[in-house]
């Protein structure tokens, strides 16, 4: 069964600073893979997603991901954080349902404090 | 334009009290997914309709919840004889059918359920 590891709970860091979320998952198949964000009271916003071709993804406000097969990782950065970064990070691959749905399994998702 | 939809926000209920939850999803979208939110299990998929096609209830966690979907758009989950355990955010999400397997789901704020 497909699985996701987010390996840290809360990630502290400075505006300014650098950031690096790791994720790894596991899946037969190639797999689909997603980063959502989720403000207090918000909603899941998507960030970014993987399905095939340049493993380097941009995506809004500023992130990116790495998709390293070897490794199993989809790690998520932002080369400079911004106080309204601080939210909760998940990261989900997507199984494929009988039907053509795209269930999405998540990780435990990452907290991120962001000092001033 | 308009995203998905939630209704109510909160709901506070008694144990044992049934329970209707509901969707309205991004107007053009034919999936549409439910998805749980709890201390315990954290994200976890519930149910996914497609069309007129018969759901997917794979990740309904009892026979005490059910969901349906009147005219391809709304969609209500329904919660029977509630348990503290419950108790949890609920999110819908919504996608287009295009794209295949590559779907991006569109989720909505949630609805807190806190079951005392």
């Known amino acids: 069964a497909q699985s996701v590891t987010q390996p840290d709970i809360h990630i502290t860091v400075s505006e300014g600073a650098s950031l690096e979320l790791r994720c790894n998952y596991s899946y037969g198949a190639t797999p689909y893979l997603f980063w959502y964000v989720q403000s207090p009271g918000q909603g899941l916003q998507l960030l970014l997603k993987?399905?095939?071709?340049?493993?380097l993804v941009q995506g809004i406000k500023g992130f990116e991901a790495e998709f390293k097969r070897s490794q199993s990782s989809f790690n998520l950065r932002k080369p400079s954080v911004h106080w309204s970064d601080a939210a909760e990070y998940f990261c989900a691959v997507g199984f494929i349902l009988t039907g053509g749905g795209n269930k999405l399994t998540f990780g435990t998702g990452t907290q991120l404090k962001v000092e001033l | 334009g308009a995203g998905v939809s939630q209704s109510p926000s909160n709901k506070v209920t008694e144990k044992g009290k049934d329970v209707e939850l509901r969707c309205d999803p991004i107007s053009g979208h034919t999936a549409l997914y439910w998805y749980r939110q709890s201390l315990g299990q954290g994200l976890e998929f519930l149910i996914y309709f497609q069309g007129n096609s018969a759901p997917d209830k794979s990740g309904l966690p009892s026979d005490r919840f059910s969901a349906e979907r009147t005219g391809g758009s709304v969609s209500t989950l329904t919660i029977q004889r509630t348990q503290q355990e419950d108790s949890a955010v609920y999110l819908c999400?919504?996608?287009?059918?295009?794209?295949?397997?590559?779907?991006?789901?569109?989720f909505g704020p949630g609805t807190r359920l806190l079951v005392l």
């Open positions: 993987y399905f095939s071709g340049d493993t």
């Open positions: 999400a919504s996608s287009l059918s295009l794209e295949g397997p590559r779907r991006t789901q569109y």
